[in-house]
């Protein structure tokens, strides 16, 4: 049974040492504080958990300790951030016997754009060889899926159960959701916009937000499902400015800071060469967040 992805569903950071190690004591602390924030599912190995610095076998650690500390209570998505289909399926291989809810598959990354029909064959071959539901993470700027190629993944592919759009192109979004088949998860990357996105009917929110605030981020979803629109709007007041002084360079050690802010210790290291949080984003961010964190759950 396939499981329903929706609501607020954070992307977990993972805690590194000053060996660039990862720490696996912090790492389930951190995803208990996260589920202690009645968010609706989890997923780790993504962009703010640097996937894309993990081996096959970090990936699977990782994953067995999310599913060991969720232990069946919300959908676990495992992420994966690779360069060929060769590669993702043995990721993929890698989590071989551990009950992910879906894996959360890029486009390859580097700079060749090698056309639509070689992507929709890309995501074909992955289901077909690794059986586990498919989330698409619509995020490499220069390889940006079409509305018409993320219809036809969704309406020909059957392990297709959703997409991720990200790149803050809300119009895109809007457009999925009323396009796309009925079933399918329309989950919103788009940090400061999750209000509207909720609005216009986005299933709900995979992103870095719900991981440096969760809280509000579970308020916000929760406000906009009871038709609470006055707090709804409190809420994305206090979101948007935030947001907006997070930047992209180095976003996975801006949210390791958010969540120390919290008392929720992840090291504030992230994998070298990615600098941790300066002291000037650091002064810029704190207030913002107290102003939001007003609204944690």
């Keep these: 049974m396939t499981a329903e992805l929706k609501g607020i569903i954070p992307a977990l950071v993972t805690p590194f040492d000053a060996g660039g190690e990862i720490d696996e004591k912090l790492f389930r602390s951190h995803t208990r504080f996260i589920l202690d924030k009645k968010v609706h599912g989890v997923c780790l190995g993504g962009s703010t ?3 894309f610095t993990l081996d096959p076998q970090e990936l699977r650690r990782l994953t067995e300790i999310t599913l060991d500390e969720v232990n069946g209570s919300v959908p676990v998505v495992a992420g994966i951030i690779a360069n060929s289909t060769r ?6 291989t890698a989590l071989k016997g551990l009950e992910v809810a879906a894996l959360q598959v890029t486009p390859t990354f580097y700079v060749f754009d090698y056309g639509e029909e070689a992507m929709f064959q890309y995501f074909k071959r992955i289901w077909e060889e690794t059986g586990v539901p498919l989330v698409i993470y619509n995020v490499i700027p220069w390889n940006l899926l079409s509305a018409d190629l993320v219809i036809r993944l969704l309406e020909e592919i059957p392990g297709i159960i959703g997409i991720k759009q990200s790149q803050g192109n809300i119009s895109r979004a809007a457009e999925l959701v009323i396009r796309a088949p009925k079933g ?3 989950l919103a990357a788009i940090d400061d916009l999750l209000y509207p996105c ?4 986005a299933q709900g929110t995979l992103a870095a937000s719900p991981t440096a605030a969760p809280g509000p981020c579970v308020r916000l979803w929760d406000a906009v499902q009871a038709g609470d629109h006055a707090l709804a709007l409190k809420i994305h007041d206090r979101l948007v400015p935030f947001w907006h002084l997070m930047g992209h360079e180095n976003l996975p050690a801006l949210v390791k800071y958010c969540l120390e802010i919290q008392g929720c ?3 504030l290291l ?3 060469p990615m600098p941790e949080a300066s002291e000037a984003q650091k002064a810029r961010i704190r207030p913002a967040l107290e102003a939001l964190l007003e609204f944690d759950n």
Excluded: D, S, T, Y
């Design 49 to 51: 958990g640097e996937g």
């Design 87 to 92: 590669e993702v399926i043995q990721r993929a």
């Design 265 to 267: 210790p992840v090291g």
């Design 198 to 201: 909720f609005m216009m009917g």
């Design 184 to 186: 399918k998860a329309i």
């Design 270 to 272: 992230p994998r070298h």
